[in-house]
């Protein structure tokens, strides 16, 4: 992400975090993971399973399995949702 754009000599293009208290509970009460939030910023930046799996250096299973939590925790059953629901919360980009 930042770090990468910084070692390879690009300007770091700054990504907003997902609002969060210090418990990791975002603003709308919903309680994430810090790799949740993640996949979650990935998901929002465009990125497909394969290129989340690859960025952190994950399975692409576990890329789906997250996905379907995040599905769960929020009442979504689609990425498009779930991206529209994080936009509408102000959880992400």
Not at 10 to 35: I, Q
Not at 61 to 87: D, H, I, M, P, W
């Amino acid at each position: 992400m930042a770090l990468d754009s910084a070692v390879s000599g690009e300007a770091a293009m700054k990504t907003p975090a997902l609002p969060r208290r210090g418990d990791g509970t975002t603003d709308r009460g919903l309680r994430l993971t810090r790799r949740e939030r993640e996949i979650l910023e990935l998901l929002m930046e465009g990125s497909a399973n394969k290129q989340i799996a690859s960025r952190l250096g994950v399975s692409n299973q576990t890329v789906k399995n997250q996905l379907s939590t995040l599905y769960q925790k929020v009442g979504v059953s689609s990425r498009l949702e779930l991206v529209l629901f994080a936009q509408r919360h102000g959880l992400g980009v």
